[in-house]
């Protein structure tokens, strides 16, 4: 079965060409007999004449998805309408990854599903995730937008938000305005979309979304024993288990002002209170962080890994300073050991 929708304009790659191009965003979805709602999705990238013969295949087991425009271009003697991609051959599947990876392998060669740069596996899209990208697409697909950037490129100085109502309920990212159009910026797969008219929906900023996160977690450490000072109480606020992308970069947003106040510290040579701030943020992203560093999903915790980079390069000033006493040399030496030895992970230099 198949859904389709274009019945308007759009200005998703940049509204009208030199040659007078208009684009209509639609989308089609191709679903096997017996589908796997609760699977999450994968996708690839194929040549543009492959595309037919693949989805032809792939369908017979597993939900297809692939975004559709329909351009209509002026001819001598009358207006042609062409359907493709939106992004030529492009291709969504919903199932196992190695179910799909094996039925591409066992017919074809030389096609492979695209992996996550960071963790080298395979790319995969939580169905949660891809629903409300489906459902936009099939019922408003002018709202959506592909970028070329990395979502991190839309961080500096733009806020993130939860979206709360609508269809989108339950999205993260970015509020932006692109072509005086209010949009939401968030990561599809390692993809970065933009999605258009959001004026309507309610939003929640980062420190709310932070708060609420942790209260969804209902975290408590294992060990009740564990006491933290005034300062650590405040920073380990800052901290939740990270579920998804955004999760990540919502703490790392929230940790740049204790880079700053780190950072300050050391200017007014206050070496106790910095090297409290270093060594606590290091322990606390190497806790929480860890699994994420090991697991084959689609986190990446690259931007907390800058922070500890930034962090870790502040101890090492520490420990060649004049002003800073042997035992505060000592105790940084010792706990950045301790610190590579039980979380290798962490960008920390010898």
Known sequence: MSLDSSGAQTNVKGG?????????????????????????????????????????????????????SIVYKRGESRIKRQEKATISGLVFVQGNSADVQKCLSDTFIGIYLVKNCSTKKVATIPDAVMQPFIQIASLSPTRIRFL????????????????????????????????????????????????????????????????????????????????????????????????????VMAIAESLVQWVARMKKSMADHSYDEAIEIALFLLEEVGARFRAISRAAGTNNPKGILAICAEVDSALRVIDRSLHASSDQKDIVAT???????????????F
């Not at 194929?46 to 595309?51: D, Q, R, S």
């Not at 706990?335 to 230099?349: A, D, N, Q, T, V």
Request: hydrophobic content about 40%; some cysteine; overall charge negative.
């Open 16 to 68: 009208q060409c030199d040659n007078a191009l208009k684009h209509v965003v639609g989308a089609e979805v191709e679903l096997c007999a017996v589908p796997n709602e609760a699977s999450s999705w994968c996708y690839l990238f194929i040549h543009h004449a492959k595309v037919r013969t693949v989805v032809r295949i792939l369908k017979k087991q597993f939900n297809v998805f692939v975004h559709k």
């Open 148 to 247: 070329l950037h990395d979502i991190e490129h839309y961080s500096e100085g733009n806020p993130l938000v939860r979206i709360t109502s609508g269809v989108l309920t339950g999205l993260e990212g970015y509020r932006i305005r692109i072509s005086r159009d209010k949009c939401i910026v968030t990561s599809l797969g390692g993809m970065t979309i933009a999605i258009g008219g959001i004026h309507t929906e309610s939003f929640e900023n980062l420190d709310e979304y932070a708060r609420l996160r942790r209260e969804q977690l209902k975290e408590h450490r294992a060990s009740t024993d564990v006491t933290f000072t005034p300062l650590q109480q405040q920073i380990d606020a800052c901290f939740f288990t990270p579920a998804n992308q955004l999760d």
């Open 335 to 349: 706990e950045r050991e301790s610190l590579l030895f039980r979380y290798p992970f962490l960008p920390l230099e």
